[in-house]
């Protein structure tokens, strides 16, 4: 079994698209609105004009819908302000600690399990601890003598005894002493967060080596 760092290394290609606006023709504007009084003014009968306060009255709505649409647009641009400050404050959790909320594998029998384990301190020496869900101990791996970062690890589902485990759900935690002599302890599923990627209106951070929705995410300390 062995363990190897991971690497930042990702590349996103943007296209750009023209596109032509299309108006809508299923509602009535201000414009249309005002389109239509002029045309009943010019179209009155002269000698039964059309009443002053029937007049004031659709003028003044009128400036009710123009002063509904300036509302509408007001409020979209807020939101679309209020959308991209909030994506954009993400990046201040650039080197902060993001934690899943858990720290299971799935493990199918016949076939090998990796999985990533932060170790926020050097590791003079220590070992991953692989439990059931009763928190009986499975498996073991050496960690070794590495720097602080992450680590992936590979399991063969084979446990202590060289036996074949059953598939099923796992949880992942390690027990390690730092450079200090400092006994030290992590799990899976807590990663300092590298970099944050916007994609489709969709935030992602990067724990380890791989991209994680921000709604996966439970906690950022």
């Known amino acids: 079994m062995s363990i190897t760092s991971t690497g930042l290394n990702a590349a996103t290609n943007t296209d ?19 389109k239509l009084l002029l045309v009943e003014l010019q179209y009155q009968d002269p000698t039964a004009p059309m009443d002053t306060d029937k007049i004031l009255s659709q003028t003044s709505q009128l ?19 209020l959308g991209s400050s909030q994506q954009f404050s993400t990046i201040s959790a650039i080197g902060k600690t993001a934690d899943i909320g858990s720290n299971a594998i799935t493990y199918d029998e016949g076939t090998n399990s990796e999985f990533e384990v932060y170790f926020p301190n050097s590791v003079q020496e220590g070992t991953v601890n692989i439990t059931d869900l009763q928190d009986n101990k499975i498996a073991t791996i050496n960690v070794g003598t590495n720097p602080s970062g992450v680590y992936k690890f590979e399991w063969d589902g084979k446990d202590s005894s060289g036996g074949k485990s059953k598939s099923g759900i796992y949880k992942v935690t390690a027990n390690y ?23 489709s209106g969709t935030t992602y951070l990067k724990l380890g080596s791989s991209y994680v929705p921000l709604a996966q995410v439970k906690e950022v300390y």
């Not at 023209?18 to 504007?29: H, I, Q, R």
């Open 63 to 81: 400036a009710a819908l123009e002063s509904s649409t300036n509302t509408n647009t007001a409020l979209e641009n807020l939101t679309a302000s």
């Open 177 to 199: 002493t730092d450079q200090s002599g400092t006994t030290q302890t992590t799990r899976l599923g807590a990663y300092p967060i590298e970099s944050v990627k916007f994609d």
């Open 16 to 34: 750009y698209t023209a596109s032509t606006a299309v108006k809508d023709k299923t509602s009535l504007g201000k414009d249309d609105f005002l």
